[in-house]
């Protein structure tokens, strides 16, 4: 089936760093969701994209839609002790179109260093 | 998170006991999924329904799992005869257009 690398699987970072992180496939994607996993509670929606080359951003978050509609990637600014957590990517592939079914990658594990 | 309600939280049960998980959409959204998260990994797309309708049960096992979208009340997720291999948390999301709202899970405990 469809499958979607998502790296780094986790990152240690001292606060005030900037952090990126990506998601990548063989196959073509029509959507992009990323998503602030907290233990024990569901994914939050961070940012949407739907074009190629967009670029969305939300705060301190930036995220862009690869211009192949192959990959996406999700930069935080300046992190902060409460951005820790699990960040996952999300992606509709082009097969899926109109149904939402998504492919989860397997999660950016973050931790912050005060 | 807000809006989509899913319970229980936390849902114990021994080998061979039924398990119901609930799920209210956010209000006025007509679409519901259901995942599961084993830890340390990714969410997986288990099944896509309308009301009164299965749409996509593509990733839901062919055996002990079904669920249901009543044109009244919350979806059910429903798996009989748990065994271990169960035990994971569901999340169920809705949604309206493109874009998946999740509610706080339920984690399933099989003993």
């Known amino acids: 089936g469809q499958q979607l690398n998502q790296s780094p699987q986790s990152m240690f970072i001292q606060e005030g760093e900037d952090v990126s992180m990506n998601c990548t496939s063989s196959s073509i994607f029509n959507t992009w969701l990323w998503y602030k996993q907290d233990p024990g509670e569901g994914p939050v929606l961070l940012i949407a994209?739907?074009?190629?080359?967009e670029l969305t951003s939300n705060g301190r978050l930036t995220a862009q839609f690869g211009i192949t509609r192959k990959d996406s990637f999700l930069n935080i600014s300046a992190s902060i002790p409460s951005d820790v957590g699990i960040y996952f990517c999300?992606?509709?592939?082009?097969?899926?179109?109109?149904?939402?079914?998504?492919?989860f990658g397997t999660g950016t594990r973050l931790k912050v260093l005060a | 998170n807000a809006g989509v309600m899913q319970n229980p939280r936390h849902l114990v049960r021994r080998r061979g006991q039924e398990a119901r998980l609930r799920c209210s959409p956010m209000k006025g959204h007509s679409h519901v999924y259901w995942y599961r998260q084993l830890p340390e990994e990714g969410l997986k797309f288990m099944v896509y329904l309308q009301k009164e309708n299965i749409i996509d049960e593509s990733g839901m096992p062919k055996e002990r799992f079904s669920a249901e979208f009543p044109k009244e009340g919350p979806s059910i997720l429903r798996i009989q005869q748990v065994v271990r291999g169960d035990s994971a948390a569901y999340f169920c999301?809705?949604?309206?257009?493109?874009?998946?709202?999740f509610g706080s899970g339920t984690q399933l405990s099989v003993l």
């Open positions: 999300a992606g509709q592939p082009k097969a899926s179109s109109g149904t939402y079914k998504y492919i």
């Open positions: 994209l739907y074009k190629a080359g």
């Open positions: 999301a809705s949604s309206i257009s493109e874009k998946l709202f």
